[in-house]
């Protein structure tokens, strides 16, 4: 039996009898990382070895505080800008970007009034709407006056680092 190295760091040889060993520890970490920032796969690769850990949205609807969100990780990103409108031509003002990977709420609480809807005057410092991340709530503020022009997330949307959300003219 040829001897491989250990990347697990378990004292043990990553392959016996051509079976590959899986360090539990490893895939209990991934699976904390998959929960905490909120993604639905994760891989890593060590030489000729990968894991990969997947998490499907259906299996969260058993569980009381996340039913409410598994409509929102099932519904892919595009089909929620499609509900708002996807803008054909450039609307101007200012864009107001995602500082972060995150979930966005467009009210304080499910099934409030909305922060902001287009049209509404708003002056900076205002908030626009939260992003959660970590379950951390996180108000996106108005970095000047205007009027709402344009939404570009649907509540309970997942959003990417600088994706835009607001657009103030």
Known sequence: MAQSKDPTGSGERARIGG???????????????LTENELTEIEVADGDRRVK????PAAVIGAAPAAAA????????????????????EVAGTSVKSPMVGTAFMSPEPGGKPFIEVGDAIK???TLLIVEAMKV???????????IKKIMVADAQPVEFDQPLVIIG
């Open 70 to 89: 598994a409509p929102a990780l099932s519904a892919p990103p595009m089909h929620a800008k499609e509900d708002i409108g996807e803008p054909t031509e």
């Open 137 to 147: 709530m996180n108000p996106i503020t108005a970095p000047e006056g205007g009027v």
């Open 124 to 126: 900076a410092g205002d």
């Open 19 to 33: 079976a590959m060993r899986i360090d539990p520890a490893l895939v209990r970490e991934l699976a904390q990382l």
């Open 53 to 56: 850990v997947k998490r499907e």
